[in-house]
T-cell receptor
Framework: DTEVTQTPKHLVMGMTNKKSLKCEQH?????MYWYKQKAKKPPELMFV???????INESVPSRFSPECPNSSLLNLHLHALQPEDSALYLC?????????????FGPGTRLTVL | LAKTTQPISMDSYEGQEVNITCSHN???????ITWYQQFPSQGPRFIIQ???TKVTNEVASLFIPADRKSSTLSLPRVSLSDTAVYYC??????????FGSGTRLLVRP
């Protein structure tokens, strides 16, 4: 299995809702990532997990809360989002940390905040 | 990390070779040059990575001159399915991928 899966594909939520995005990989990768991508813009790194521990938080607002329950699973918990948070949320994984290995991206979750 | 500069867009025709050049003047000794491809509503996909001279795989070639201040991604005989955004990145470790604006390649019939 050489892919990263993300669920759901699409999500519409109100500003008072709580929702979660899920990402899964079964390639044995020990680094996992969350990116945010606005329309016609490049992906922006949000969080990096290495060996299930949060190693990088790119000054992301606390309404985004990542979680890595095990080495295969990465969640992004959403609460009290704003309309400007509407974007494509991409998950990625890579074999090891601190090397030049490629990152494998999932197809993303298209989030709309009303 | 070194900032990258690449053309905003390029047009080509099926069957042609496409060369996309990226400038990275402040590249450091430990940095690698990496290219990703992204189709609409999909995640980016790794294409190729190199440190110096030339790297070739089944999809593309990457040319890096001796001073490493620029690089050129070469796509041989493009098809309509190569229409995508191509990102040039300078990578110091697998953690930090800093995507620039990318080049939108349009391949016409």
């Amino acid at each position: 299995d050489t892919e990263v899966t993300q669920t759901p594909k699409h999500l519409v939520m109100g500003m008072t809702n709580k929702k979660s995005l899920k990402c899964e990989q079964h390639m044995g990768h020990r680094a996992m990532y969350w990116y945010k991508q606005k329309a016609k813009k490049p992906p922006e790194l949000m969080f990096v997990y290495s060996y299930e521990k949060l190693s990088i938080n790119e000054s992301v607002p606390s309404r985004f809360s990542p979680e890595c329950p095990n080495s295969s699973l990465l969640n992004l918990h959403l609460h009290a989002l704003q309309p400007e948070d509407s974007a494509l949320y991409l998950c990625a994984s890579s074999p090891t940390s601190g090397t030049y290995n490629e990152q494998f991206f999932g197809p993303g979750t298209r989030l709309t905040v009303l | 990390l070194a900032k990258t500069t690449q053309p905003i867009s390029m047009d080509s025709y099926e069957g042609q070779e496409v060369n996309i050049t990226c400038s990275h003047n402040n590249i450091a000794t430990n940095d690698y040059i990496t290219w990703y491809q992204q189709f609409p509503s999909q995640g980016p996909r790794f294409i190729i990575q190199g440190y110096k001279t030339k790297v070739t795989n089944e999809v593309a070639s990457l040319f890096i001159p001796a001073d490493r201040k620029s690089s050129t991604l070469s796509l041989p005989r493009v098809s309509l399915s190569d229409t995508a955004v191509y990102y040039c990145l300078v990578v110091r470790s697998s953690y930090k991928l800093i995507f620039g604006s990318g080049t939108r390649l349009l391949v016409r019939p």
